[in-house]
């Protein structure tokens, strides 16, 4: 019965592959997509042939099994350059490495979240390794997997193959994966095939370029190029295999980030167009992964969009130093935005474990997280719940537990004072669809201030940017980080937050925080659960960023740790659940890691290397004067 069964797979194989070997007025370029297409499908028809045939109550089966399985990524890595761009969602279902995820970031802005169930190679994997395995369920991943692969056999698909616009597109986003995610193991779950894949994945794409570039002459890649990727695929050969012992720091310095830097300026020298949701984020003239400007994820300038005039943007920046440092902004006239986000503390409150509530007795829920870098995520605040920084600054300033203002009132208040009021008037002609200062003017100009103490790099950029070294203790931290610590499989480079490439979401994680450090109770606040109710939210916060993080303490939602150790023990030793907490919808693993003290230290100096060079400013020394008498009593910064 095997025998017919294996008969019957190499038939259809063969079918497979002599239907799309060439196609009609296609040039070699694109029969090479069809081609891989074909080879795909040939392999996932044998991986279903394995798994039908086996005995999963055997253990040389079920190796047999995942020798398939890896077979068949070996294909798919060789068209994960056009499939991850096409079309990221259908892509999932190949090779997701979530069972459910939630749409969040970029399209939350236009619609509700809503939710995505993946499928095949890395899930199917995974499951392997489950105690209790079911057949069914197995060939379940793997026909949805099969599945999907008609959408990109899909004219709609496939036209995108006739120019040359897509291909600079699919290449950016090909080589950001590679700083971000294909050495991590972020799905790829057997670590021994990190490297492999990623070498047979280098090779494949070469291949790609030498055809691209005779079938497209006019818009080739240049000698340059080619030299330098054939230069990284000798780099990673003469590699470890062990992902651990691979040096990403080098891969990424010498060798991707300069042909990311090529592949922008030829976005620029061909004028490639996008016509995918992919690259809403990212910055064309960014020329580097580790340029601040690289994506964008929020409108500092807020109502303020549209100028540009150095003199305006300096004056909205002023009035919005003001702002920040004024308590006018509260219902008592007593409490700022410095109150819990202090300029010289990294803008955050590293004195409580939770700022002090309105009341100015008891605490408020959550930490206060740095202002810092906010502006590099879509959704803002822990659990995402407002869509742009202005809208995040109002619901502050309102917040009866945190400013307790009213919009109305304050509105009146700012407008008592000379300097507010003329300085706003002043700007009104640049925004002409308001012909009065409205609450989305202060809130802009709060918002532009203190943005702008996040365009400096730390010394770890300047080194990925070949401007100045970091010791080796930090590339050994950074080259852990990025293996088998795990860390980079939720906080990506390069803002090392939670929004992987191409940045339009972000990563939503359930650690199992507790609500002190003797584990006796996991922390009360439901987090994203509390914006979107699923099972898969229940306590999931949003991954924020480590830079500067030497400087933020303390740490997690509910600032429960107060030092980086105790921040990266808790991940070493399963996070709530490597503790004994019931948290059925932890996604981070409840192993331990088997991280030694010494790593921990190479983590830290790592981490440190991320610091950011900022220069701040002293506090105004005085705040605009009100015709309000009663409203002259101001402290710079408030009281509490």
């Known amino acids: 019965m095997k025998i017919k069964s294996l008969l019957i797979s190499i038939g259809l194989t063969l079918l497979i592959l002599l239907s799309f070997t060439h196609r009609e007025g296609d040039n070699a370029y694109q029969n090479l997509y069809f081609q891989r297409i074909s080879a795909l499908k040939a392999q996932q028809i044998a991986l279903l042939t394995t798994i039908k045939n086996s005995n999963l109550n055997n253990a040389s089966d079920i190796e047999l099994i ?119 193991g972020f799905e790829c779950p057997d670590t021994s095939q990190i490297i492999p894949e990623l070498h047979s994945m280098l090779k494949d794409m070469n291949e790609t370029y030498e055809v691209f570039n005779q079938g497209f002459e006019t818009t080739p890649l240049s000698s340059e190029y080619m030299k330098l990727y054939n230069a990284t695929i000798a780099f990673v050969a003469s590699q470890p295999k062990d992902y651990s012992s691979f040096d990403h720091f080098t891969f990424i310095q010498t060798y991707v980030n300069p042909l990311y830097e090529m592949n922008q300026n030829f976005i620029q020298l061909y004028q490639i167009k996008s016509r995918s949701f992919v690259d809403y984020s990212i910055n064309n003239k960014s020329r580097s992964i580790f340029d601040k400007e690289l994506y964008n994820g929020q409108n500092a300038k807020g109502i303020y969009l549209r100028v540009t005039d150095a003199k305006a943007l300096n004056e909205i920046d002023q009035l919005g130093r003001l702002l920040f440092y004024d308590p006018i902004l509260s219902g008592n006239n007593q409490r700022s935005c410095a109150s819990c986000h202090l300029p010289t503390a990294f803008f955050t409150d590293t004195v409580h474990r939770t700022s002090i509530a309105y009341d100015g007795i008891t605490a408020l829920t959550r930490n206060s997280p740095s202002l810092l870098n906010a502006g590099n995520n879509h959704l803002i605040m822990l659990d995402g719940k407002h869509i742009s920084l202005q809208n995040q600054t109002k619901d502050v300033i309102t917040n009866p537990m945190e400013m307790g203002g009213d919009e109305k009132l304050i509105l009146e208040k700012i407008l008592s004072c000379k300097t507010y009021r003329d300085g706003f008037t002043k ?154 907490l019931n948290v059925p919808n932890q996604t981070l693993s409840a192993d331990s890691l088997g991280l030694s003290d010494a790593d921990a230290q190479h983590l830290i100096q790592f981490i440190q290397s991320l610091n950011e060079t900022i220069t701040f400013e002293k506090p105004p020394h005085k705040l605009p004067h009100s015709s309000d008498a009663q409203l002259n009593n101001r402290k710079v910064g408030g009281t509490y």
Not at 92 to 115: A, D, H, Q, R, S
Not at 157 to 175: A, E, Q, Y
Not at 531 to 547: C, D, S, W
Request: hydrophobic share 35%; proline share 5%; charged share 20%.
């Open 66 to 184: 995942h020798q398939a399985i890896n077979k068949t990524r070996l294909q798919l890595k060789g068209l994960d350059f056009w499939l991850r761009y096409l079309e990221p969602v259908v892509y999932k279902k190949i090779n997701g490495p979530l069972p459910v995820e939630w749409e969040t970031e970029v399209f939350e802005k236009f619609e509700k979240p809503y939710k995505r169930e993946a499928a095949g190679l890395t899930l199917a994997a995974l499951y392997l390794d489950e105690e209790s395995i079911n057949k069914d369920t197995l060939l379940d991943l793997i026909n949805s997997s099969i599945k999907s692969i008609p959408t990109f056999e899909a004219d709609s698909i496939t036209k995108n193959l006739k120019d040359c616009h897509h291909f600079f597109l699919c290449n950016r986003l090909h080589l950001l994966n590679l700083a971000a995610i294909y050495t991590t």
């Open 427 to 580: 700007l009104l002609k640049y925004t002409p669809q308001e012909t009065t200062i409205t609450f989305q003017h202060i809130t802009s100009a709060i918002t532009l201030y203190y943005n702008r103490f996040s365009q400096f790099n730390a010394p770890f950029d300047k080194a990925m940017n070949k401007v100045s070294e970091v010791s080796a203790d930090v590339k050994i931290g950074f080259n852990l980080f990025m293996s088998r610590s795990q860390c980079a499989t939720c906080h990506f480079v390069p803002q090392f937050n939670g929004i992987k490439p191409p940045y339009v979401s972000s990563e939503f994680e359930v650690l199992g925080v507790p609500a002190d450090t003797a584990y006796k109770a996991l922390s009360a606040d439901v987090g994203r659960y509390g914006v979107n109710p699923a099972f898969e939210t229940k306590n999931a916060f949003r991954t924020g960023t480590i830079r500067n993080a030497e400087y933020t303490k303390p740490y997690m939602h509910n600032g429960v740790f107060s030092s980086l150790k105790e921040v990266i023990n808790f991940y070493n030793t399963g996070g709530g659940a490597g503790h004994g």
